[in-house]
């Protein structure tokens, strides 16, 4: 799964005239920067004591559906985390428990029986059965759905008791439990889905979950409001917020209105506004784990298909430039294409093989007189392209700033590049549809993964997975990845992925640039909710609560 920053132009909704996005250089919230060695990371805020009636909160841009099979994106993921379960749950920490699935056991390494939580209900009051769970992994595992990757290893899914699902592999998986606390593990209303069809996830149709919140209204282009569901299942912690109205904005017109209080919080997908909140009287700025790491990510289409001239880029680019001026210092130079929080065992060996790369390859902050004289000899060696390198970009802050740095890194080394900037539907496209790719050579992806475990991003770069842009292949390479997909045991899993890896950035398969925290800012007399990923899997809102 991905996501990108800074996208969309504001809303207009209400009261509140959101009336600049984000664009150009600028950073567009007063330039101010924070030192990311600096930043305390903590996994959630202090816990709340009062509730809230109703919350102003900013999402990046408006969902384009909140069928997450069908379009899984940040703000859909940020809403929904609050209207619908999986069997399992992502906790602030990014550890997993259980949740519509009460238990969960391998009677042996290739089955997996699931007993589900009795009393289960949606939000329409119809009982959730094994039926509905049966039917909506089913619905994850179609080759067009979004999850579908999640489910490769999986053979049958059948219901075997009342309250019962057993689910079989063709191999042992490692990461599928982990995944069900992802979307691919999200249960709905069989009925109430099929009702709908093709409008399911539109405006004006209910949803068909279980969580704490239902949707209450989806007026476009405007807002979409989430309310407390009176007679959700679990009764021991209700949730503290009632109502949640979301709107959407970006850059200084996001600034504008947490800082004015006509918004109560946002999770950040920019990291600018945040250096600028931070310093606002009345808000408060967190930082959480995070997943998340930038990077660029080439095609097959041109002159980077030549791992020469990709290691050559990557040995010019100034990571650390790119951290100060595109994400207001918050951001970290990094080495590998997936974030800290991503190392959910054997912490230690992870930061070690982080450590190395940034030492011993391409990828150090920033740029010797050495690197340069190397990428040189590279792209000699080579040869220069006759057509420019076309980098795309959506025109957002933090993507404007890394393509200029890859102009500034091409031009040091003889290489040179074309930035062609497109709108954020069309950059959407690129994730979706080859075609759209056609034409560019390198595109800046920020992307993140549900499970605390490297090899869930390392599987995009497998022979013929749908996110290898580059058409890499190697078949020691995918052994590896499929080897640490089935290995449970986290030690020697580690020591896979960690080899995997290696390879992975021998061979620049992607040039990792910056990994960004996850960030909450929210207007002082509020507090309970997560600051970590968690965001886009738990239901925020329910811890978020007064001082009291």
Not at 414 to 424: A, D, I, N, R, Y
Request: net charge negative; charged share 20%; glycine share 8%.
């Amino acid at each position: 799964m991905r996501t990108k920053l800074c996208t969309a132009a504001a809303g207009l909704a209400g009261a509140l005239l959101f009336t600049a996005g984000c664009s150009g250089a600028s950073t567009g919230t007063g330039g101010a920067t924070a030192d990311a060695a600096e930043l305390k990371l903590t996994n959630t805020t202090a816990k709340a004591s009062g509730e809230a009636a109703s919350v102003n909160w900013l999402v990046e841009q408006e969902p384009g559906s909140l069928d997450l099979d069908r379009q899984g994106t940040t703000s859909g993921r940020t809403v929904l985390a609050n209207v619908c379960e999986r069997l399992f749950q992502l906790q602030p920490d990014l550890t997993t428990q259980p949740q519509l699935a009460s238990k969960a056991e391998y009677t042996d390494d290739r089955t997996l029986v699931l007993t589900l939580r009795d009393g289960v209900t949606f939000h329409d009051g119809s009982p959730m059965t094994a039926d509905d769970v049966v039917w909506s992994l089913q619905r994850h595992a179609q080759p067009e759905m979004s999850e579908s990757d999640e489910y490769e290893d999986v053979d049958e899914i059948t219901k075997t008791g009342a309250s019962e699902v057993t689910v079989t592999f063709k191999e042992p998986s490692a990461l599928f439990m982990k995944a069900l606390a992802g979307d691919a593990g999200i249960i709905m209303d069989r009925e109430t889905v099929e009702k709908q069809g093709d409008d399911y996830g539109t405006p004006g149709q209910p949803d068909a979950c279980t969580g704490p919140y239902r949707l209450k209204s989806w007026d476009s282009g405007s807002s979409i409001a989430i309310e407390r569901y009176e007679d959700y299942w679990d009764d021991s912690s209700p949730a503290l917020t009632k109502n949640v109205l979301f709107r959407w904005a970006t850059g200084s017109a996001l600034v504008n209105a947490v800082s004015t209080g006509a918004a109560d919080g946002s999770y950040l997908t920019a990291t600018g506004p945040a250096a600028v909140l931070a310093e606002k009287k009345g808000v408060r700025a967190y930082y959480g784990q995070s997943t998340t790491a930038w990077s660029l990510s080439p095609t097959d289409s041109g002159a980077l298909k030549d791992t020469r001239l990709r290691k050559a880029l990557s040995l010019a680019l100034d990571r650390e430039g790119i951290a100060k001026s595109g994400f207001s210092g918050l951001a970290q130079p990094w080495a590998t294409p997936v974030g800290p929080g991503a190392w959910g065992y054997e912490k230690a060996a992870f930061q070690k093989a982080q450590t190395d790369l940034e030492k011993s390859t391409a990828y150090a902050a920033s740029p010797s007189s050495d690197d340069i004289d190397e990428a040189k000899r590279l792209v000699e060696e080579a040869g220069a392209p006759a057509q420019p390198i076309v980098v795309a970009s959506d025109g957002g802050e933090s993507q404007t700033v890394i393509t200029n740095a890859v102009r500034g890194a091409a031009q040091k080394i003889g290489l040179e590049v074309t930035v062609k900037t497109v709108p954020p539907s069309q950059y959407d496209e690129f994730f979706a549809d080859p075609k759209a790719r056609e034409g560019f050579d390198l595109i800046a992806v920020d992307w993140y993964i549900s499970k605390a475990d490297p090899v869930g991003f390392y599987d995009n770069g497998m022979s013929g997975s749908a996110n290898n842009w580059l058409g890499y292949a190697d078949s020691g390479y995918d052994a590896l990845v499929k080897k640490a997909q089935q290995t449970i045991d986290d030690k020697e899993r580690a020591k896979l992925v960690i080899e995997a890896q290696s390879k992975f950035a021998d061979a620049a398969v992607w040039i990792p640039l910056v990994q960004v925290p996850s960030v909450l800012v929210l207007g002082e007399k509020y507090t309970g909710p997560p600051a970590s990923m968690v965001s886009l899997y738990y239901p925020w809102a329910a811890d978020l609560g007064t001082k009291g």
